[in-house]
């Protein structure tokens, strides 16, 4: 992760309400991609835990799992995604929608396990203490950490949410499913807005072709997304986000 | 947009005119601790702290209830959680020093609403309780950088909560082994 990311990663939080006492973003973040910085830089900062896991709590159903399960895939480093697969463990035991799970399965644990804090690494005694309090599923996921106490005093109303991230209504709507994640790599991912085909975006998104097929074909009903008429080569039909839709708004 | 200090303290000036505006709980004094306590005060960074204020002791007591209504209207203008200003760390109450209120420094007055945080050596006191447990503690210390004055007296204050301690099973080595820890680093 570059300097800037690691700086704005608390900035994004404060974006999206979480009462963190530094200026936000000035613009709404990539939620996916916030995660995945925030999986990153747990160890630096112990405070991110329980805060993202509040706000999962909370707001996990604005989150496209799919394409947070490819960026885990193809973009995550093996201690970042241990600490994600026990962020969002810690969610779903605090009431988040369980589908968030589909995640956490391709987080691999981190092994041999370490404690979750850099700063307690480096000493053998705090090492020990934080072994001896980790949490089940912190021992699990190979980073310990005590069981995550989540902090709803800290976290603003979903009409505060909306109202400074009016992108994130479009999220909601439609709770994260497949849709949200066929928007969000359209927008977010691919050069140009559009893909080749069906199949590729399948393989981009993090979803079988099938359920690609029937999410697509929703979308062009709601105007979201031109499939072309021309075919590519022999079969493929590309693929693209309506004219307006592009920017992240 | 944020709860940085600005805006905490414009929340916390909204309180006190909503209290002045009911006008019958007279002076009433909040004693802070935690994450608010470090930020009003300059020693923890924003990134490092969350906006929620933490209230270990309001006096007078039957005033606390017009405080969290008054509160409570103020975040519905601001858009904070509803119990941006609580009580809970009242339950922690017990990892504070003796005589931590005499030591108590006033930071802001809003009209009939006082605000006073901990002291610094009472604020290092109780997170070295809590660190091995909260390792945000840890990280808090380490950025607060205690001195070795500050720290002796956190082990007087853990030799005083072991001698006071009716749990047998209860223990402070953890915590001895974080002020030892500080000492190595600081």
């Known amino acids: 992760m570059n300097r800037k990311a690691?700086?704005?990663?608390e900035r994004d939080w404060a974006r999206v309400g979480v009462?963190?006492?530094?200026?936000?973003?000035r613009e709404t973040p990539d939620l996916e991609r916030l995660l995945i910085d925030t999986a990153r830089k747990c160890p630096d900062n112990a405070r991110l835990l329980p805060l993202a896991v509040t706000w999962l709590v909370e707001y996990g159903q604005f989150v496209a799992r799919h394409?947070?399960?490819?960026?885990?895939?193809?973009?995550?480093?093996?201690?970042?995604?241990?600490?994600?697969?026990?962020?969002?463990?810690?969610a779903v035991r605090h009431g988040a929608t369980r589908e968030l799970l589909i995640v956490s399965e391709e987080c691999h644990p981190l092994s041999p396990a370490v404690p979750l804090s850099r700063v307690q690494r480096d000493q053998t005694s705090l090492a020990h203490i934080s072994e001896r309090r980790a949490s089940?599923?912190?021992q699990k996921c190979g980073v310990w950490t005590p069981p995550v106490e989540p902090k709803p005093d800290a976290?603003?109303?979903?009409?505060?949410?909306?109202?400074?991230?009016?992108e994130y209504r479009e999220r909601v709507i439609r709770k994260g499913d497949l849709r949200v994640?066929?928007?969000?790599t359209l927008r977010r991912d691919v050069p140009g807005h559009w893909v080749a085909s069906e199949l590729a975006l399948s393989r981009i998104s993090g979803a079988t072709r099938a359920a690609v097929r029937k999410a697509l074909e929703a979308l062009r009903l709601e105007g979201v997304v031109c499939v072309g008429t021309e075919v590519i080569n022999d079969r493929d039909h590309p693929v693209s986000l309506t004219e307006g839709l592009t920017a992240a708004r | 947009m944020t709860l940085d200090a600005t805006q905490l303290d414009r929340a916390l000036r909204e309180t006190g005119e909503r209290l002045a505006a009911e006008g019958d709980t007279g002076t009433v004094r909040l004693y802070l601790?935690?994450?608010?306590a470090g930020l009003l005060s300059g020693w923890l960074s924003g990134a490092r702290s969350t906006g929620d204020v933490d209230v270990t002791q309001a006096e007078p007591a039957e005033a606390w209830e017009a405080v969290i209504w008054a509160a409570a209207e103020v975040a519905d203008e601001l858009g904070l959680p509803a119990t941006w200003l609580n009580d809970k760390c009242r339950v922690y109450a017990w990892c504070l020093p003796l005589g931590w209120k005499e030591r108590s420094e006033p930071l802001r007055t809003f009209g009939p609403l006082e605000v006073w945080r901990i002291n610094r050596q009472d604020f290092i006191a109780a997170k070295v309780v809590s660190a091995p447990s909260r390792p945000q503690d840890y990280e808090d210390l380490l950025a607060v950088k205690p001195t070795a004055e500050e720290l002796d007296f956190t082990d007087e204050h853990l030799h005083r909560l072991e001698q006071e301690s009716l749990d047998p099973d209860q223990s402070f080595e953890d915590a001895r082994a974080i002020i030892e820890a500080l000492r190595g680093v600081l």
């Open chain 1, 6 to 9: 690691n700086d704005n990663v």
């Open chain 1, 155 to 166: 976290v603003r109303s979903v009409t505060w949410l909306l109202d400074h991230n009016t």
């Open chain 2, 33 to 36: 601790v935690g994450g608010s």
């Open chain 1, 19 to 25: 009462l963190f006492g530094c200026e936000p973003s």
């Open chain 1, 67 to 90: 394409r947070l399960k490819r960026l885990v895939q193809t973009e995550l480093e093996p201690e970042p995604q241990a600490i994600l697969g026990l962020l969002i463990e810690e």
């Open chain 1, 181 to 184: 994640s066929i928007i969000e």
């Open chain 1, 136 to 138: 089940d599923v912190s």
